[in-house]
């Protein structure tokens, strides 16, 4: 798959302590990026990738913590991408202010805000890393309260424990008026069969909400998802082999590039074998490639080499590096990411050719 994704991990600091992060936050050496790195590594990929495929993404941590820094960084991004680059970030809510949102609307940056739903799902799992008792949720909607927010995105995960409220979060936000919202299952933790199946339940659900939205002529949310699907789809019948070639370019917060995004799960330096190169010195894609090579041979050699929805490299080096059986740790999410593909792919067979829907997922500029 091309190269069309810059992922810029401003740094692994955050105000919060979610029990699920994907990111080793507040672990290990403190590490932030210059403006400088950030630079160099846009001006890398730009120089890789055409105008029309270019998306960058800036995400931490927090980043919103060091907005001096943000404001440099997509600014720049802005210029070197071009008029049609899509930029966005993922951020918990709890710093936004309407001048950022300002900044947002300005420089055409996509806002998303991680929530996992009401207060009862999102305060489950994301809480303060230092004052625990305050709710999370509670904070994020105050701050939330002021804004447009058919500009903004939202995006939850579910566990194996909050998959039965999904629709009903997912329709709760919808009425507050959110234009976009994402949605992603807890990959990493293990999933019993009895929660899979409500979770093929609950897409179900999904589908039927999305379409009957559609019928009453509502403007249903933009699923952002839904745009991974379609992509996966289109790449599976063009090639089975699809997610051998990885079309993200991940910088750390250390300045280092990653030949994977899970590595960032451990604190810096644990998974310093899945480096390939640095911003100062730019990307070395051969070593990038060699490190995706290995798990893709392992997925291979399983079993496990066809029919993928996403991409299952990550999944593998994520248990190696945490001492975890990766055969293991690749059924797991195989069931849990064929039930959750399965769903939206029931989705999107239901709502293709409704006008409004073509309409909403025939465009570029997905995020
Ligand atoms: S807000 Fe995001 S970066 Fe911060 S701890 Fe939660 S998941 Fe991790």
Redesign the pocket.
Known sequence: MPLDHLAVYLSNS?????S????A??QGPAARLGFEDIRRAVDEFVARVPPERRKITF????PLLDWPLFVKAATYAREAAGPGGILQT???GTLLTADKAAFFADVGVHCTV?LDGRKQDNDLH?VY?KTKERSVYDDAMERLRPLDKSNLGVSL?FTASTVDRLLSNIDAFHRMGFGRVTFNPELYENWPEDRIEILRRVLKGLARWYRALLDAGARPPQLQILFAVLEAVENEAANPGWWHDCHNMTLGPDGKYYSCDKALSFPVGRAADLRSGDAAGGMDWEERQRQLDDPTAFIESAGEGAGHIFCPIGVVDHARHAGRDPGAALKNFRRVADAFGDGLKELIALCQGHPVYEEMYGRADAV
């Open positions: 955050c105000n919060l302590a979610c699920y992060c994907y990111v936050v507040n995400i931490g941590g927090e993922f951020t918990n991680s994301r890393y995960v």
